[in-house]
């Protein structure tokens, strides 16, 4: 049996938990930021970073206590190394060394964008990842910094068949919401919005889907793009809107609804064709837009017979840290560790292995 400390704070959650073997959840501690940049209408990196300097002793202390269990038992700690906010990452990394070095315990630092892959298969009884039949597996990594889909093997090796050559889905329902003066976590507040709202009264572009009556690239042809769709709201809400700049009640949730089927629409096309070219078996869907009721029924109930559908659980869709643990015991599982000069980088790198299948 083994034990690994999962520490996460890439953008503006602190996170801590530890789980066993690598499936087993025993705790999941989680520090909201959301009240503190909500202010200023979305994420401020060095807030953020102040933020999880206080929150992470405290939330470390409750991880380990809702585990029943002390530093000492524990194996291997794993902490996001990238990709998120550098500020931030760089206290989650730094406090993980200390952790790593006052106590003569393994770390290894963990990609953010592979642990949300992992969250889809934590506490997961039968193992699925171990079965040959689920493979090749295709991924669509979908929130606010992330819109991509990875096609893996059984053996571990990766291709990224696609990804966002501009904003994110969750960049544009964040900045959506901000137009329309909803609030912040843009997610979640659009989706509330928009039930009840007819989502075919405003047709919004759909990208990179050929749906506009140019050809499509093939290079672009699992790639995402969803500026175009923000930019159509812009100008939506010129339109529609009063002298304060807001839409009226009765065109709000119609809006909404309709921007929200645009990017849902966007993100199960493209998944279900790439699905459908590459023979995958499993489709995984995961990150914090994969929260999104509406983009989870889409999948339910469009996703073909003979493939498996795994919609990661809401509550390792958000950042967490579990779902760094997680990978993070396949790491210690080898003898993988990393060195104390290691750093932290912002933006996604090239992914030809996922580690919890080498």
């Known amino acids: 049996m083994a034990l690994v400390l999962g ?64 530093l000492s038992d524990i194996d291997a700690i794993a902490v996001t190394q990238g990709p998120g906010l550098i500020p931030a990452l760089l206290v989650g990394l730094s406090f993980a060394k200390g952790l790593a070095l006052g106590n003569n315990i393994a770390y290894v630092g963990v990609n953010h964008f592979i642990g949300h892959i992992y969250g889809a298969f934590l506490d997961e009884a039968n193992r699925a990842l171990e079965d040959k039949a689920s493979y090749p597996l295709l991924a669509l990594v979908v929130s606010g910094g992330h819109t991509s889909l990875m096609l893996i093997d059984e053996h571990g090796q990766s291709t990224a068949l696609g990804y966002t050559i501009d904003d994110a889905a969750g960049e544009a329902l964040d900045k959506g919401a901000k137009l329309l003066n909803l609030g912040y976590p843009g997610g979640p507040v659009m989706q509330k919005t928009a039930e009840g709202g007819d989502p075919h009264r405003f047709e919004f572009p759909r990208p990179l889907t050929g749906a506009a009556g140019k050809p499509l690239a093939e290079e672009n042809r699992y790639n995402f793009s969803f500026s175009g769709i923000k930019t159509a709201l812009l100008y939506h809400v010129k339109k529609y809107a009063d002298s304060e700049g807001r839409l009226p009640e009765s065109l709000l949730k119609d809006t909404v609804a309709s921007y929200q089927e645009a990017v849902v629409d966007v993100l199960t096309r493209k998944t279900l064709a790439a699905a459908k070219d590459t023979n995958a078996k499993t489709i995984v869907v995961a990150g914090g837009v994969a929260c999104n009721s509406v983009l989870r029924e889409r999948f339910e109930k469009l996703t ?55």
């Open 7 to 70: 520490i996460e704070s890439s953008c503006d959650e602190t996170a801590v938990a530890v789980v066993r073997d690598g499936y087993d959840v025993l705790s999941n501690s989680v520090a909201s930021q959301i009240a503190k940049h909500a202010a200023h209408g979305g994420v401020v990196p060095e807030l953020a970073a102040r933020e999880h300097l206080t929150a992470l002793i405290p939330t470390l202390q409750e991880a380990l206590s809702n585990a029943r269990v002390t």
């Open 304 to 358: 073909p017979p003979g493939v498996r559908l795994r919609l990661a659980p809401r509550k390792y869709c958000t950042d967490n840290a579990a779902m760094i643990g997680g990978v993070g015991y396949h790491y210690w599982k080898r003898g993988e560790f990393s060195t104390f000069d290691i750093d932290s980088y912002a933006r996604l790198p090239q992914i030809t292995r996922i580690p919890f299948l080498a």
